[in-house]
C-alpha cells in the first residue's frame, strides 16, 4: 500500500522555465512533508518542507504547495537549472520527522 | 559541520553472512535513522534511535536490527544475508524528532 505516490518517473524541462514535480498522498494523518533531491551514489539532500498547517512556503528558486482537501503537494522551481537534473523524493511523516515515508522519485531533467 | 558519514561505502557479501554499518551523525544531532534503498521499493524506513533507544521500526524482518551508542554514532546489522538484501543503506540524523532529517551517501552492498 503505497501511502505516498509520485506518479510521473520522469520529468524533462527546458533551462530557465518551471519546473513542477507533484505527489499525492493517503494517509490524512500525514504533517510534515518534505522534498529532497538525489544525485547517483550519494544522499538524499533536503530541499524544503512544509506543515500541514501550512499551504505554501518558499525557498529561493524551491516553493512547495500542500493541498491538505486534495491530498496533494508540488514542488515548483523556478527558474530551472541544468544542475538541478536529478531525482526528486517527496517524503511524509506523522508527529514529527523521524519516521519517513518516500515516494518512489521522479527524474528531472533540465536541458539547455 | 561535517556531515553524516557511513562506513564502509561499499561492501560485498555472500548469501547467508551477516554485515554490520556503520553512521556518524552530526555532531549534536541524537537521532538517528536507517533507510534501505532498492530499485523495486525505492526507500523505505528501517528502525529510527534517539539517545540509545529504538523509537521507530519499519517493516522489516528480525534479521535486521540495530543500536546507537552514547556517543550517537549507530550501527545496523543485517543476519543470514539474503540476495534481496543487496541495496543503498541509507543513515541520516537530526537534532530531535521534530527537526530535518540529513541523510549521509549510505553504504552500497551487494549480496552475492
Known amino acids: 500500500d503505497q501511502q505516498v505516490k509520485q506518479n510521473s518517473p520522469s520529468l524533462s524541462v527546458q533551462e530557465g522555465r518551471i519546473s513542477i514535480l507533484n505527489c499525492d498522498y493517503t494517509?490524512?494523518?500525514?504533517?510534515?512533508f518534505l522534498w529532497y533531491k538525489k544525485y547517483p551514489a550519494e544522499g538524499p539532500t533536503f530541499l524544503i518542507s512544509?506543515?500541514?498547517?501550512?499551504d505554501k512556503n518558499e525557498d529561493g528558486r524551491f516553493t512547495v504547495f500542500l493541498n491538505k482537501s486534495a491530498k496533494h503537494l508540488s514542488l515548483h522551481i523556478v527558474p530551472s537549472q541544468p544542475g538541478d537534473s536529478a531525482v526528486y523524493f517527496c517524503?511524509?511523516?506523522?508527529?514529527?520527522?523521524?519516521?519517513?515515508?518516500f515516494g518512489a522519485g521522479t527524474r528531472l531533467a533540465v536541458h539547455p | 559541520k561535517a556531515g553524516v558519514t557511513q562506513t564502509p561505502r561499499y561492501l560485498i557479501k555472500t548469501r547467508g553472512q551477516q554485515v554490520t554499518l556503520s553512521c556518524s551523525p552530526i555532531?549534536?544531532?541524537?537521532?538517528v535513522s536507517w533507510y534501505q534503498q532498492t530499485p523495486g521499493q525505492g526507500l523505505q524506513f528501517l528502525f529510527e534511535?534517539?539517545?540509545?533507544?529504538?523509537?521507530n521500526k519499519g517493516n522489516f524482518p528480525g534479521r535486521f536490527s540495530g543500536r546507537q551508542f552514547s556517543n550517537s554514532r549507530s550501527e545496523m546489522n543485517v543476519s543470514t544475508l539474503e540476495l534481496g538484501d543487496s541495496a543503498l543503506y541509507l543513515c541520516?540524523?537530526?537534532?530531535?524528532?521534530?527537526?530535518?532529517?540529513?541523510f549521509g551517501p549510505g553504504t552500497r552492498l551487494l549480496v552475492l
Open positions: 541520516a540524523s537530526s537534532l530531535t524528532a521534530q527537526e530535518t532529517q540529513y
Open positions: 494517509n490524512s494523518m500525514f504533517d510534515y
Open positions: 512544509i506543515s500541514s498547517i501550512k
Open positions: 517524503a511524509a511523516s506523522t508527529g514529527g520527522y523521524n519516521k519517513l515515508i
Open positions: 555532531s549534536g544531532h541524537r537521532s
Open positions: 534511535y534517539f539517545s540509545e533507544t529504538q523509537r
